[in-house]
Nanobody, 124 residues
Framework: QVTLVESGGGLVQAGGSLKLSCAAS????????LGWFRQAPGEEREFVAA?????????YYAHSVQGRFTISRDNAKNTGFLQMNSLKPDDTAVYYC????????????????WGQGTQVTVSS
C-alpha cells in the first residue's frame, strides 16, 4: 500500500514555472514506477509523464509537454517531482501523481495508487 500526496500547485502566469511534488509513504517508493496525469475541467484525465524506478530508468512524456516538463524522483526522500516550465493556459488542470508496478507507462491502468491531486492554474 502506497499513499501519495501532491503539493506545489498554484496560480502562475503564462510562461512561468512550477514544481510539483509527490510525497509517498507506506511501501517502498523505489519499487514503484512513477507517473503524472492531469484533468482539465470537463475533460478526461490525460497522461503527462512517466519515470522508471530511478532517474536513469527511462522517461516518457506526452507530446504536449515534451521539452517543457521534466519528471524526476528522489528515492531517498520518497518523493517524486514534476518540473513545469514555459507554462501555457492549456496546462491548467488538476495534476495527479500515481505509482505502479507495470513499467514506464502512459495509461491509467498501469498505476495502482493515486494522490488526491493539486490544482495548477495558468493565466494568460
Amino acid at each position: 500500500q502506497v499513499t501519495l500526496v501532491e503539493s506545489g500547485g498554484g496560480l502562475v502566469q503564462a510562461g512561468g514555472s512550477l514544481k510539483l511534488s509527490c510525497a509517498a509513504s507506506g511501501a517502498a517508493f523505489s519499487s514503484y514506477y512513477l507517473g503524472w496525469f492531469r484533468q482539465a475541467p470537463g475533460e478526461e484525465r490525460e497522461f503527462v509523464a512517466a519515470l522508471g524506478l530511478n532517474n536513469g530508468g527511462g522517461t516518457y512524456y506526452a507530446h504536449s509537454v515534451q521539452g517543457r516538463f521534466t519528471i524526476s524522483r528522489d528515492n531517498a526522500k520518497n518523493t517524486g517531482f514534476l518540473q513545469m516550465n514555459s507554462l501555457k493556459p492549456d496546462d491548467t488542470a488538476v495534476y495527479y501523481c500515481a505509482a505502479g508496478r507495470v513499467g514506464v507507462a502512459g495509461i491509467e491502468t498501469a498505476y495502482d495508487y493515486w494522490g488526491q491531486g493539486t490544482q495548477v492554474t495558468v493565466s494568460s
